[in-house]
């Protein structure tokens, strides 16, 4: 079935690098997604990969996509307190749908 | 407005009561999607419009909820006979596309908080 898994809990210290990873289940996967929930708030797409790239980089934002392994994995640079949030990976649902399919979210705390 | 727009923020209702979830989305957005999220199953898909219809509701999770949009804009999502397990933030988000090969980036709403009593 389709599943997207995550680790539940990050912490890191201010300044230090962060590494969020999801594992996803669909190969056949076009697009894969980073949310950033803070609290009390809807999701913020952060960044997104298309499937025949190994690497995304966006300012602070490192994805890196291994296909093979079906993993996936947000680093942020020099985290800073107001990092702390959730972050969902997502991959697009099977056959013709737009819907997505979200992993359990990674609940990042950044002390300072 | 400039983004996803849901209504109300918040809302607390009794057991058995009916309740309507409104959500406006990006001016222009063709596609429109339901989620909820909630302690025990995390963030699930509801349903997905495509213009006024429904190619996928798959995740209705009873045939007590239901979904509508009309004008190709505005979804209304109702929820018959509330039970305390449909007691989650139900997201609301809008894409400019549709179809399977394209980006697909979904905009969301801030949600709206439902507890049922």
């Known amino acids: 079935g389709e599943d997207v898994e995550q680790s539940l809990f990050l912490s890191v210290r201010e300044g230090d690098s962060s590494v969020i990873n999801c594992t996803y289940t669909?190969?056949?996967?076009?697009?894969l997604y980073w949310y950033k929930q803070e609290p009390g708030a809807g999701l913020q797409l952060l960044t997104y990969i298309f499937s025949n790239m190994d690497m995304k980089q966006d300012q602070r934002l490192t994805v890196l996509l291994n296909k093979k392994d079906k993993h996936l994995s947000l680093r942020i640079a020099d985290t800073q307190t107001g990092d702390s949030a959730i972050y969902f990976c997502?991959?697009?649902?099977?056959?013709?749908?737009?819907?997505?399919?979200f992993g359990t979210g990674t609940r990042l705390q950044v002390f300072p | 407005g400039a983004g996803v727009s849901q209504s109300p923020s918040n809302k607390v209702t009794e057991k058995g009561k009916d309740v309507e979830l409104r959500c406006d989305p990006i001016?222009?957005?063709?596609?429109l999607y339901w989620y909820r999220q909630s302690l025990g199953q995390g963030l699930e898909f509801l349903i997905y419009f495509q213009g006024n219809s429904a190619p996928d509701k798959s995740g209705l999770p009873s045939d007590r909820f239901s979904a509508e949009r009309t004008g190709g804009s505005v979804s209304t999502l109702t929820i018959q006979r509330t039970q305390q397990e449909d007691s989650a933030v139900y997201l609301c988000?809008?894409?400019?596309?549709?179809?399977?090969?394209?980006?697909?980036?979904?905009?969301f709403g801030a949600g709206t908080r439902l507890s049922v009593l």
């Open positions: 988000a809008s894409s400019p596309f549709g179809g399977d090969t394209r980006r697909n980036i979904q905009y």
């Open positions: 001016s222009g957005h063709t596609a």
């Open positions: 997502a991959e697009k649902g099977r056959g013709n749908t737009d819907k997505l399919i």
């Open positions: 669909d190969s056949s996967s076009t697009y």
